[in-house]
């Protein structure tokens, strides 16, 4: 198993601009998220799918689109980039919720100029 | 909602001594309390997690506590190796919570 892969493993941005980060997984897991992390911060939920079609907000939603239309994929979407959304970001699944073994991926560096 | 904070956000100790790293939460619904460990370049792993029908639970060289009373709980590491250079995340949820919180991180460094 691939466990959790995620692409770009770094990115560069203008303001303005916008783009995807993929994330897949293959394991089968129905619960997938993503994160954010600042330093000082820790990790910072942005947006979360308890299934293929259900997607939910986290802490920090706003600036980020997500959808999940299959149970292995679950693309983060930047509409309009803004210098404050410089970031790594993570990828995680798990096989349910609240008290289940997050499995991460490796991140995404994003830096927007 | 759930809120966590851990500290110290930076630690050093010798190689061989122990390192705790403390976490404190704010709902008493939470029962489940993971941490994390996360190396250079790469995501945070599962390293070991408590629930809260326990007080402590060890694995080899890394132990948890946990005081349900005072709402908070720790990471022991005994005899501390190079590779236990890491930042280190607690977590807490609780079973039916969609989510789980993480704390800030601590950033622990093996001096040899």
């Known amino acids: 198993n691939a466990g959790v892969t995620q692409t770009p493993k770094f990115q560069v941005l203008k303001t303005g601009q916008s783009m995807t980060l993929q994330c897949a997984q293959d394991?089968?897991?129905?619960?997938m998220s993503w994160y954010r992390q600042d330093p000082g911060m820790g990790l910072r939920l942005i947006h979360y799918?308890?299934?293929?079609?259900?997607?939910d907000q986290g802490e920090v939603p706003n600036g980020y689109n997500v959808s999940r239309s299959t149970t292995e994929d679950f693309p983060l979407r930047l509409l309009s980039a803004a210098p404050s959304q410089t970031s790594v970001y993570f990828c995680?699944?798990?096989f349910g919720l609240g008290q289940e073994t997050q499995y991460f991926g490796p991140g995404t560096r994003l830096l927007v100029l | 909602g759930e809120n966590v904070e851990q500290h110290p956000s930076t630690l050093s100790v010798q190689e061989g001594d122990s390192a705790v790293i403390k976490c404190t939460y704010s709902d008493s619904a939470s029962n489940y309390f993971p941490w994390y460990k996360q190396e250079l370049g790469k995501g945070p792993q599962l390293i070991i997690d408590i629930r809260s029908n326990v007080g402590e639970k060890k694995d080899q060289r890394i132990a948890v506590t946990l005081n349900k009373t005072a709402k908070h709980f720790s990471l022991h590491i005994t005899e501390t190796q190079p590779e236990d250079s890491a930042v280190y995340f607690c977590?807490?949820?609780?079973?039916?919570?969609?989510?789980?919180?993480f704390g800030s991180g601590t950033r622990l460094s093996i001096r040899p």
């Open positions: 799918s308890v299934g293929a079609g259900i997607t």
């Open positions: 995680a699944s798990s």
């Open positions: 394991m089968n897991h129905e619960y």
């Open positions: 977590a807490a949820s609780y079973s039916s919570a969609s989510k789980i919180i």
